[in-house]
């Protein structure tokens, strides 16, 4: 079975552009989870997919959005880039109807740098 | 506040010698704990997770972790060391928060082997 995948890999946007990143889960896996990387905050959870509607919310302010398609690969789209979102977007999916309570699979990651 | 913390940023061990990487946690109510580990320039990795019964869990890799109520911590362990175990571990604990639950990551331990 292929693994998570992301893309792009490596990302540069400049302030106030706007991006949006790609995860396919692994086939079969209907939960899609996202996360934020960086030195300073560490590892933050941002929003969880399962059947195409978000089921859990991160702290994170509304520029932060996503969506999930029918066949579980999920999107997220960040507005208004500012240079603290300088970070390495990390996704999970999970083959379980509740994603966290079981393993999480996770992609490589998409690396975003902001300047 | 629910949480989980590692007080160790960093961890050096000789190759063959027993590793420990430390996690303590604060929650209301019954722990799911977890580990992850990192290696460069990849996502995480599941190692093992705690939900219940014994508390002495096996996961992969030659990994256990040790789960003490009283003590409330969930120590990562390893009888002897690799220098391929030479990573970031996570430890990560599942937030119940009022119609949401969600996975709180730990700043990671980089733990080094020395050959």
């Known amino acids: 079975k292929a693994g998570v995948t992301q893309t792009p890999r490596y990302l540069i946007k400049t302030r106030g552009q706007q991006v949006t990143l790609s995860c396919s889960p692994i086939?079969?896996?209907?939960?899609v989870s996202w996360y934020q990387q960086t030195p300073g905050q560490g590892l933050q959870f941002l929003f969880e997919?399962?059947?195409?509607?978000?089921?859990n919310k991160g702290n994170f302010p509304g520029r932060f959005s996503g969506r999930q398609f029918s066949n579980s690969r999920s999107e997220m789209n960040v507005s208004t880039l500012e240079l603290g979102d300088s970070a390495l977007y990390l996704c999970?999916?999970?083959?379980?109807?509740?994603?966290?309570?079981?393993?999480?699979?996770f992609g490589p990651g998409t690396r975003l740098t902001v300047l | 506040a629910q949480s989980v913390a590692q007080p160790e940023d960093q961890v050096n061990v000789a190759e063959g010698n027993p590793l420990t990487v430390k996690c303590t946690y604060s929650v209301s109510g019954n722990p799911y704990l977890f580990w992850y580990v990192q290696y460069p320039n990849r996502g995480l990795q599941f190692l093992l997770k705690y939900i219940t019964g014994d508390n002495l869990v096996k996961g992969s890799y030659g990994f256990e972790a040790e789960f003490n109520k009283s003590q409330t911590s969930f120590h990562l362990k390893k009888p002897s060391a690799l220098v391929s175990d030479s990573a970031l571990y996570f430890c990560a604990l599942v937030r119940h928060q009022t119609g949401a639950n969600n996975l709180f990551f730990g700043t990671g331990t980089r733990l080094t082997v020395i050959p």
């Open positions: 997919y399962f059947s195409e509607t978000q089921r």
């Open positions: 086939s079969g896996h209907r939960s």
């Open positions: 999970a999916s999970s083959g379980s109807g509740t994603s966290v309570f079981n393993e999480q699979f």
